[in-house]
């Protein structure tokens, strides 16, 4: 199976879910576990990724600080604030909204209730 693009408007969602379920990571470690959690169907574009993460960081709904990674590099670890726990709350719950009216479309007529 090949690599597709993130959708349009996900990329944001799946940043404020990462960071809930981990804790802080660097970009890296963001971009490794979107695409590990896609089984690696998702190609995460860095120039996608660190764009998001400065909006979302404008936004108020992620905090950075400096640290140091793993290999002893210094890197940018990024940090769920609270407003972003709201807003992640919120972009779930349209979320679900939207996939299962998506989903309607894709039944047999006949079966919607």
């Known amino acids: 199976m090949s690599k597709t693009e993130i959708w349009q408007g996900t990329l944001a969602l799946m940043i404020l879910k990462t960071l809930e379920t981990l804790g802080p990571l660097h970009g890296y470690g963001i971009a490794r576990r979107i695409e590990q959690i896609s089984g690696d169907r998702l190609c ?4 996608t990724l660190y764009p998001s993460l400065l909006k979302l960081e404008q936004e108020g709904w992620i905090a950075s600080e400096w640290g ?8 940018k670890y990024y940090k769920l604030t609270r407003s972003g726990r709201k ?5 779930a719950s349209e979320w679900n909204q939207t996939t299962a009216i998506v989903a309607r479309f894709f039944v047999p007529s006949g079966d919607q209730s």
């Open 68 to 75: 140091v990674s793993e290999n002893n590099r210094k890197a």
């Open 87 to 91: 807003q992640l709350e919120r972009e």
């Open 44 to 47: 995460l574009n860095y120039g």
